[in-house]
């Protein structure tokens, strides 16, 4: 006789139909309280509609002025040459767009790439992008390369929507990030860039949760979180 499944994972077998399920209880192979979920998701969700709002309220101007600042930071702390890969990002809702500072890396023989939603509640893909390149819309109608040629990052920037004092990152809310970095055979260079109102105390960070080795601010400050 087959052994049930579980109604609520679909995925743990249990001995038998009493057995209970522990598997839906597991993150990335980890277990997490499903009430401590619960509260910590409500409390990133709200945060994201603060710092969401915040970004509104902000002016053309001084989104280009933040862009500028962390492009002429990055632009030390990442040396652009042939043989390596940067991915980078094509901003919306208001992110730095930091489009200028991937052509210039471009231009100085670095490879560019632009993450790639390929399935929901998956890793990304990384695909090649270059000035100019075509662009079709993605998944959440996000802008991504017309070609798909899928390629390693040496570095990773990663947008943040918040960032706490520990280096952890708030994103859209959907884990790509941390999805995507579990499942690289090495850790690459992770730097976050956001807005100079992104920090928070903390993101109650949760064991999936992958920290940034650097950060870089709308002010043009630069932060290396100790791990
Ligand atoms: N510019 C840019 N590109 C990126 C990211 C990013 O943060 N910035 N991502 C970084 O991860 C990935 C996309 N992540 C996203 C995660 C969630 C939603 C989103 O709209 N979520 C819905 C709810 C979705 C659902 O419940 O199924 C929402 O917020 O309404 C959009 C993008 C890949 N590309
Ligand atoms: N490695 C993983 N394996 C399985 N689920 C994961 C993993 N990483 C994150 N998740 C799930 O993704 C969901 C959203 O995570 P989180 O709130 O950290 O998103 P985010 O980092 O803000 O989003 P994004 O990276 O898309 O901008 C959580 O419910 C979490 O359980």
Same mark, same amino acid.
Request: charged residues 25%; proline residues 8%.
């Given at each position: 006789m087959l052994a049930p499944y579980c109604?609520?994972?679909?995925a743990g077998i249990m001995k038998s139909d009493s057995d209970p399920c522990?598997?839906? @209880? @597991?993150?990335n192979g980890q277990p997490v309280d499903p009430d401590t979920r619960r509260d910590v998701s409500r409390f990133r969700r709200a945060e994201r509609e603060r710092l969401l709002q915040a970004r509104r309220a902000l002016s053309a101007s001084a989104l280009a002025a933040q862009s500028d600042c962390v492009a002429n930071a990055l632009t030390d702390l990442v040396v652009a040459r042939e043989g390596l890969t940067i991915a980078a990002y094509w901003p919306i809702?208001?992110? @730095?767009?930091l489009r200028p500072w991937m052509t210039a890396a471009y231009e100085n023989g670095a490879q560019i790439a632009l993450p790639v939603v390929i399935e929901k509640n998956a890793p990304v893909a990384f695909h090649l992008w270059q000035p100019g390149s075509p662009m079709k819309r993605g998944i959440w109608n996000i802008p991504v390369p017309e070609t798909g040629v899928a390629v390693s990052a040496d570095v990773v920037i990663a947008p943040l929507l918040g960032l706490d004092a520990a280096g952890f990152r708030l994103g859209n809310g959907g884990g790509y990030y941390d999805r995507t970095l579990a499942a690289l055979p090495g850790m690459p260079q992770v730097i976050g860039v956001g807005h100079d109102?992104?920090? *928070?105390?903390?993101?109650?960070? *949760?064991?999936w949760d992958i920290p940034m080795q650097q950060s870089v601010l709308g002010d043009g400050k630069v932060i290396d979180h100790a791990h």
């Open positions: 109604e609520t994972c679909k522990f598997a839906h @209880l @597991l993150v809702r208001g992110e @730095l767009d109102f992104c920090c *928070m105390e903390t993101i109650f960070p *949760m064991p």
